[in-house]
């Protein structure tokens, strides 16, 4: 707030004498142990996972640009990105079928929702892969055994790869649905309101107002499933899905170097979920827009009582 | 001095309401209501709380659907399509084209918060009336101007007091050029120094010839700024008149009592 004509805050023109705090702490000789103790122990762990001779330094290096191995990565990062798109646009649209005022839309979605998150990914990721034996062929034509316009076989269609897409993104749709929806939920219902009454029509108010709001409940929880997807590819070998593990795995059994693999393909992940990360908190603050404006006005306001204290 | 015969022919009313009644769930909230708004006059409501004021102006841009009664806006019934002896339901796109002419400014503001107040007032145009952005933001500059707030278009509505948020809000609905504006209870939460500038800009809006309907506690407005005073209690409208009149001498019980209360 501003003050009132004529008051100051410089003390020295008031003619008040300047009080430097220059305080001294007291000693902490128990947070000085606890860091040496843990610092040593980490020094410590490094050099015996350094020295050890049996985890191959050396192949780790070689392999950790070989081709088969960045071919797998590519196919990791696809299969994340494609699958977390697809399962977005599956969740919004899961989202908006639960909180539509149709009872069989609403009955879909929770059906959809109930089914893929009450059973294994595991299960669905090789149910997909085996789907031509529950129907060999697809097409497009007359429903209920009508006639066939184009027609596909099975096998055909499903390589490991799409059989790998299937499973992740309708999976993670599932939980995306859940995620939007507590989204979507938590804008101000007065929102849509004043979007309604400026004569916006619905597809209107969810794009301009409700969603962007949404967005800000809806970044943290997807940045988590984003990472934690980056992973969870990792089951595709279980069908064979020529990503990061599976081409690991291939190696492994060609030059029994298993755990070094394993490393490789750790350090690959790890690398993935940084940089996950890192974007994550940009994304975050974007859509932060209009909220962040309020946290710094407290922050500005509560200045007087943070100083020194922090 | 004779003047032509059609000259002394009323203008019909900017708002028609008849006979409006409306329920939620087993409880009736309006039971039978008719009011007139003429053309560039201000009607204000009161009435203690729950008697049914946000409702009745709710009903007037269908945020709320009625039960049975008519309203009308500018000639146009809201809602329906009269079609024969039957009524029909209008589509989606008719009910938004209805609404376009209609502004509403509500207790709580409801900016968009994602958006800076210049933003704010752009964004009904934009989207609904598809007018080009740069158009937009020199009449939206405009506007703000009119509320007074022209240096603070790129604030987004957390960095403004509450009274600058309503003044925004009123921009925001302003942009849209409607025929009628709703406000309900516009200043109720804001903070008591910041009531006076909300209420000046609605002066102007008024002075200015804007048809309004004003759901309110201040009794200073109604009575200088009102054509229309009407005490709304229990769903139905129990008195009405010329502000002066009704302020300085109420007819009935419940209306003295009510002012009792709040002046
Ligand atoms: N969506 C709703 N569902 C159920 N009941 C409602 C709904 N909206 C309003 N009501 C009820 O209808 C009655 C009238 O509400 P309304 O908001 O119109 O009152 P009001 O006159 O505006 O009161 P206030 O001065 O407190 O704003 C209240 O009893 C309220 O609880
Ligand atoms: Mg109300």
Known sequence: MTG?????????????PHLPIDAVRPPRPGRWIAAAVALFAMVWLLYTIIVNENLHWDVIVEYLTDGRILGGLWVTIQLTVLSMVIGLALGILAAVMQLSGSPVLRGASALYTWFFRGTPLLVQLIFWFNIGLVFPSFGIGVPFDGPKLVEWQANELITPFTAALLGLAINEGAYMAEIVRAGIRSVDPGQREAAEALGMTHRQ???????????RVIIPPTGNQFISMLKTTSMVSVIAGAELLTVSQRIYLGNFEV???????SIWYIVLTTIASVGQHFIERRFERGHDALRTKVRRNLRPFGKGSV | M???????VPAPPMVRIRSVRKCFGSVEVLKGISLDVPVGGVVCVVGPSGSGKSTLLRCVNRLETVDSGRIWVDGDLIGYAERGERLHHLRPAQLCAQRQDIGMVFQRFHLFPHRTALENVMEGPVVVKGVPRDVARKRAMELLERVDLAGRAGHYPAQLSGGQQQRVAIARSLAMDPKLMLFDEPTSALDPELVQEVLAVMRDLAASGMTMMVVTHEMGFAREVGDNLVFIDGGVIVEQGNPRDVLANPRHERFRAFLGQVL
Do not use: K
């Open chain 1, 4 to 16: 009132a004509p004529g008051a100051t805050r410089n003390s020295e023109a008031a003619g008040e």
């Open chain 1, 205 to 215: 108010v969810l794009r301009r107002v409700v969603l962007p709001q949404a967005m």
């Open chain 1, 259 to 265: 755990i070094a693999m394993l490393i490789v393909a």
């Open chain 2, 2 to 8: 004779a003047l032509p015969a059609f000259e002394t």
